[in-house]
């Protein structure tokens, strides 16, 4: 498969899991966060078990140490990103996520290591912080819960990429070998985790800011199978084509594919499910994703530019 079709599916699956777990959880209220992601890690698990099967992936595992904690990192990281999607308007949402670079600098900095980063590179993430600033504050939707979440779901997330790098190199792994080596586990995880919060002890769920409700009261409709359903095939879809893009793309092609998701993903929110704004705060809104963008894209452009003379 050419790198045109990978981006095209890519861009695709990234857009629709999103939208599709904002119904899930929004609309469809099946607001059961661990036992949707248990789901995905199940049917994700299943799939890649079948390709070395195949013998279309070579298995690498993970030390069983650094497997299960990786796993563990994993499973918090999901949880979080769909406790922020759930709890804030989609646009709050991915914008946040452009905040997940400079928080991995951050991170490292107070981790004792220190990278030197042109001026360029600063001004680049100045710009995505002041984007990001400026769409955050037209945002009606903007609650305490919903921050608090957003927060902590950009903090871990930028520690586990930076964690899960590291063992990814220093056991030589590719992308799709560590997610092969972890999926068990999370999806062993993960199926304790929802026994003991959305089965047994639902009320324990408020003290992680979650929506309380117990799986075994909810009245569950057919359209809600289907949907989860959908949600499960499109995060498949969504990481074999990521991995398609990183192995047959540029680098310059894989930061345009990433700008054009944010963008697609706000617009899209906007109309389906984000509460609906004057005219002048929705332009605001947009100017500041714009800026944001222009930002992060920027940064990815003398990233690239700069691996590119160290190689050369």
Partial sequence: MSALRFGILNLVASVSIILVNKQIVSVRNFHFLLTLLTLNFLTTSGFLALLVRCGWLQEKQLPSRDRWLVALMAVLTVLLNNANVEANSVGFYQITKLLIIPSVIMIERLGGIRRSYSPRIVCSLLVASLGVGIATVSDFEVNLRGSILACFSVLLTARYQIWQ????????????????????????????????????????????????????????????????????????????????????????????????????????????????????????????????????????????????????
Wanted: glycine share 10%; charged share 15%.
């Fill in 165 to 312: 790098s590291g063992k990814q190199h220093e056991h030589g792994l590719d992308a799709m070998q560590i997610t092969h080596s972890v999926s068990l586990p999370q999806a062993q995880i993960g199926i304790v985790a929802s026994l003991v919060l959305d089965v047994w002890q639902p009320d324990l769920k408020s003290w992680f800011l979650l929506r309380s409700g117990g799986l075994l009261e909810h009245d569950v409709r057919g359209t809600d199978v289907y949907w989860i359903i959908a949600c499960c095939c499109i995060a498949v879809v969504m990481n074999l084509s990521t991995y398609g893009i990183l192995g047959y793309s540029s680098p310059v092609t894989y930061q345009v594919i990433g700008q054009l998701k944010t963008c697609l993903i706000v617009g899209l929110g906007y109309a389906f499910f984000d509460v609906k704004v004057p005219p002048m705060w929705l332009l605001v809104r947009f100017i500041g994703v714009g800026i944001a963008v222009v930002g992060i894209f920027a940064y990815g452009l003398l990233k690239a530019e700069e691996q590119k003379k160290r190689t050369s």
